[in-house]
């Protein structure tokens, strides 16, 4: 079949799907380094503030920190093994993004997520995601989806054994990749953040979020395969449906 031959042929472009924060290697970038001293304690301290960010947001997620609760950073410290100093770094960084507040001498506040603000979230994504989707629907060769596969693949297997951390982190690097194919960066950032935005916290039974999670991994298996097959007339009630149900 012509779609097979696109999938195992592969695509020249497929390397602009990688996800934007790879980091090259100093060495690889030509740069000396054997000589140098050992990176300043700054950058060590900025490690650990980006792991326990990450840390963090796979814990907001997950609902191990619930909507409503105050925590403090020194107490965030001794679970994580660290300072307070880069768990208040980050906390930081989560309040810049909405997922948290600062509440004056005593920690930071999860924030709790209303429907409206779900449905308003789920409706700027699909102003700005639709659009582009479709446009790339019509432009970008059958072979150019099929580099996104094992990202979708991803999303199933996540969803499969119901881990939401995994997910939304699998999930929004689908969507971004997607996105990558447009060209525009400044979309891409800004798409991003209003995805990880609507990701957190969300507050439901184990067996809905498993359930919702399985519904939302297989609309992107189907959305590849019609982009594959360039069924626009799919493509467009795919792509509606996925952003109609963010907003359910």
Known sequence: MEQGRACED??????????????????ARGEHTHSEPPAPRVVQRHSVRGQILDALRAALV??????GEVYSAPALGARFGVSATPVREAMQQLAVEGAVEVV???????SERGPRELAELAEVRALIEVPVMLRLARTVPAAGWCALRPLADATVAAAAVGDRAAY???DRAFHRAVLTL????????VADDLHRRSQWPLVSSPAGRRA???ADASEHTALLDALIARDLAVVQSLVREHFHGADA
């Open 62 to 67: 997950g609902g191990e920190l619930a909507p």
């Open 168 to 170: 939304a982190e699998s």
């Open 182 to 189: 447009s060209g525009n960066q400044q979309l891409v950032s």
């Open 212 to 214: 919702e999670l399985l």
């Open 10 to 27: 592969g695509w020249p472009y497929a390397s602009e799907v990688t996800p934007p924060d790879v980091r090259v290697p100093e060495q």
């Open 104 to 110: 004056p001498n005593r920690g930071f506040r999860v």
